[in-house]
């Protein structure tokens, strides 16, 4: 018998990433702050009605939560998963929140007897649909090689960077390098545009050399027809950047592009567009050089 696992976060990662782990045959306890979960009691799940309930019935207890505020509530309040859970049980929280916040949190845990893992996650919506996300984990190596397979159930790949804390960095820099690439991708198309090169013929072009890239493979077919329906948020991606700007400053490490970045998304969020994919940091590049990429690009077979 699979070990007994909670859940909290059914959002548009969770949930899948939830169901992943059904499929895999682990009998699961769940649990939204906002939502009902009827849909994955349908599929087998069981309902919870609080936190502290979930914990109390599940062996691990995985959270997948908006950012840290959120999950210091669901971890620490008196109806929480601390104060629900059995010592020698695991928590692992997979949500993309502040480093510190995650060893405190680790530090909550251990004095209360319970195993912490930071584990976040990349490959956004498609990547929690079909279990292939990219698992960052911090924490103890014993703990981590003891829950590898449960993380393998909803990812291609489980990496420990080191202790509780280093996942969350990782992701960081993880959110760093796609944001610049999705913004030197938008100052290249628009140049191109501008000159009269269709961006899907430069993208057909480049693919293979050294400025590919997986975010490329996945963004540069979807701005060049204008399709910005979310797979990863653009008021998500600023939270991301605002955390790493906070570490880093607190760690002394410069994020000079970081930072010109997150304000692109401000202004982007200014304009209403926050809940449209991070790939509409096009936009902010359109609308200064007065020019539509999906106006000028057309669909091309690859090269």
């Known amino acids: 018998m699979k070990t007994k696992v909670g859940f909290i976060g059914l959002g548009i990662m969770g949930k899948p990433m939830a169901r992943n782990l059904l499929k895999a045959g682990y009998p699961l306890v769940v649990w939204h702050r906002n939502r009902q979960s009827s849909e994955l009691i349908a599929a087998g799940a069981e ?53 510190v916040v995650a ?58 960077l080191g202790d509780v804390g280093s996942g969350n960095v990782t992701k960081l820099a993880n959110q760093i390098i796609v944001a610049l690439h999705l913004a030197a991708m938008s100052e290249a198309f628009v140049l191109g545009a501008k000159a009269g090169v269709n961006p899907t013929l430069i993208f057909n072009a480049i693919r293979g050399g050294l400025a590919g890239s997986n975010v490329l493979e996945a963004k540069a077919a979807r701005v060049a027809a204008g399709n910005f329906e979310p797979g990863f948020k653009i008021d998500l991606h600023l939270k991301d950047l605002t955390n790493a700007l906070d570490a880093g400053r607190e760690m002394g490490a410069p994020l000079f592009l970081t930072a010109q970045v997150m304000e692109i998304l401000k202004c982007l969020k200014i304009d209403g567009l926050g809940q449209m994919d991070h790939s509409a940091i096009l936009k902010f590049y359109e609308k200064l050089a007065a020019i539509q990429i999906s106006q000028t690009a057309v669909r091309s077979p690859p090269q």
């Not at 019935?57 to 950012?67: A, K």
């Not at 893992?117 to 003891?146: C, K, Q, R, T, Y």
Request: charged share 20%; glycine share 10%.
């Open 47 to 99: 309902g919870a009605a609080t936190a502290r309930e979930l914990a109390a019935r599940s062996r691990v207890i995985i959270t997948m939560l908006p950012n840290s505020p959120q999950v210091k509530e669901v971890l620490t309040s008196p109806d929480g998963v601390v104060a629900g859970a059995t010592p020698g049980a695991t928590v692992i929280d997979m949500s993309s929140i502040s480093p």
């Open 103 to 160: 060893r405190e949190m680790g530090e909550v845990c251990a004095r209360n007897r319970l195993k912490f893992l930071d584990a976040p996650v990349s490959g956004g919506e498609p990547g929690a649909i079909n279990a292939s996300l990219s698992i960052m984990v911090g924490g103890v190596e014993e703990v981590f090689n003891e829950c590898r397979d449960l993380l393998l159930a909803m990812g291609k790949s489980a990496v420990r």
